[in-house]
């Protein structure tokens, strides 16, 4: 009795094994996961100028003064997303004047801070204090595969001045609106 009992034991047990071999069966197949190159960039806030006014100075003697006259002051963001199909080559932001005209005596500089923010990622380095003119100058350098955030304080931060470069070319009545444009380029 015993020994029938031990044979139906290990018969029980013969079955379980192959019933717990049917249930992990695998299968396998391919997933292919294809990224595209991409190249954005956006300016936070967009919504509004930035404005700069030539004020008389306080004291006989001393040279006017350039202010901001705008809500949201002298600073913007930039944000971008840049994905590359090859690791080694990187992009660059550069910054041009694209329409309008810098009053006479005057100079429009841009500082452009190191990323800070939520996105991940190797971002590109600013290259510090530029001249904005009418042709493309570098404003951050070597871009690699990455993020910055959105909106404001994600990304770069962009600061505006407006320096006096000759008082006596200064004419008060000279005013105009500026277009600043950025791209977003292979090296």
Do not use: C
């Given at each position: 009795m015993k020994r029938k009992r031990s044979f139906m034991f290990l018969l029980a047990l013969a079955f379980l094994?192959?019933?717990?071999?049917?249930?992990?069966?695998?299968?396998?197949?391919?997933?292919?996961?294809?990224?595209?190159?991409?190249?954005?960039?956006?300016?936070?806030?967009?919504?509004?100028?930035?404005?700069?006014?030539?004020?008389?100075?306080?004291?006989?003697?001393?040279?006017?003064?350039?202010?901001?006259?705008?809500?949201?002051?002298?600073?913007?963001?930039?944000?971008?997303?840049?994905?590359?199909?090859?690791?080694?080559?990187?992009?660059?932001?550069f910054v041009e004047i694209t329409d309008g005209k810098i009053p006479s005596g005057l100079e429009l500089m841009i500082i452009a801070s190191d990323f800070t923010g939520k996105g991940l990622g190797q971002h590109g380095k600013s290259?510090?204090?530029?001249?904005?003119?009418?042709?493309?100058v570098l404003l951050i350098s070597n871009i690699k595969g990455c993020y910055t955030g959105v909106g404001s304080s994600n990304g770069h931060q962009i600061t505006y001045y407006a320096i006096i470069t000759d008082a006596a070319l200064l004419n008060p009545k000279e005013e105009d609106t500026i277009e600043i444009s950025y791209t977003i380029t292979d090296n």
């Open positions: 094994n192959v019933k717990a071999q049917e249930w992990t069966d695998e299968e396998e197949h391919p997933v292919n996961v294809f990224l595209s190159e991409a190249a954005l960039l956006n300016i936070q806030p967009n919504n509004s100028d930035i404005v700069f006014e030539m004020v008389p100075p306080a004291s006989a003697g001393d040279p006017p003064e350039v202010i901001i006259n705008s809500k949201e002051g002298n600073t913007k963001w930039l944000n971008y997303t840049n994905a590359l199909d090859d690791f080694r080559k990187g992009r660059n932001i290259v510090g204090k530029v001249k904005v003119t009418y042709a493309p």
